[in-house]
T-cell receptor
Framework: DQQVKQNSPSLSVQEGRISILNCDYTNSMFDYFLWYKKYPAEGPTFLISISSIKDKNEDGRFTVFLNKSAKHLSLHIVPSQPGDSAVYFCAAIVANAGGTSYGKLTFGQGTILTVHP | KAGVTQTPRYLIKTRGQQVTLSCSPISGHRSVSWYQQTPGQGLQFLFEYFSETQRNKGNFPGRFSGRQFSNSRSEMNVSTLELGDSALYLC????????????FGEGSRLTVL
């Protein structure tokens, strides 16, 4: 049961343009969402997060949007740079309740972003 | 601050053998989690330890086990290795539980022949 899905395995974008990475989830218990970036031969690094009480969070070139009713979130990168080329994982967690899901990150399959110069 | 350190970085085993992977978290971090990354399944949660206690476990068979020591260092063990256990095993640490903001190591790449 894939509770977090990234339906686009890859995305190719021209430098300077916007990159939009999408993620859908099914578990309504998730209350905190994160994006991680992963370069080859390195571990994932935390990029940006959003609480379920918000619909937008911005950090420099990166903005995450959350649509709770649609159970959908997206990551916007503007402007895209060649150094942004990496695998992007969306992840979700039950952060504010106990139970068996607490503390466990559920990841999507990842989207390979390639930014062309 | 030193990052999360995982050893060994690469290893090759044969079916039926067992393997132990080690993780040293960032100093002061008390929560350690383990994830398995494979091309087909993405990143999957194995287990989480906090204060030497397993707090959460993913949907993996009992061949996968782990522990955490009093200095927060953690080990995971896989017994009776199968070909499908070939994967990148990632350890992550965080100062507390539940925020999801994890600091990952570079991983241990296990190949089972």
């Amino acid at each position: 049961d894939q509770q977090v899905k990234q339906n686009s395995p890859s995305l190719s974008v021209q430098e300077g343009r916007i990159s939009i990475l999408n993620c859908d989830y099914t578990n309504s218990m998730f209350d905190y969402f994160l994006w991680y970036k992963k370069y080859p031969a390195e571990g994932p690094t935390f990029l940006i997060s959003i609480s379920s009480i918000k619909d937008k969070n911005e950090d420099g070139r990166f903005t995450v949007f959350l649509n709770k009713s649609a159970k959908h979130l997206s990551l916007h990168i503007v402007p895209s740079q060649p150094g942004d080329s990496a695998v992007y994982f969306c992840a979700a967690i039950v952060a504010n309740a106990g139970g068996t899901s607490y503390g466990k990150l559920t990841f999507g399959q990842g989207t390979i972003l390639t930014v062309h110069p | 601050k030193a990052g999360v350190t995982q050893t060994p970085r690469y290893l090759i085993k044969t079916r039926g053998q067992q393997v132990t992977l080690s993780c040293s978290p960032i100093s002061g971090h008390r929560s350690v989690s383990w994830y398995q990354q494979t091309p087909g399944q993405g990143l999957q949660f194995l287990f989480e330890y906090f204060s030497e206690t397993q707090r959460n476990k993913g949907n993996f068979p009992g061949r996968f086990s782990g522990r955490q020591f009093s200095n927060s260092r953690s080990e995971m063990n896989v017994s009776t290795l199968e070909l499908g256990d070939s994967a990148l095993y990632l350890c992550a640490s965080s100062p507390t539980r539940g925020t999801g903001e994890l600091f990952f190591g570079e991983g241990s790449r296990l190949t089972v022949l």
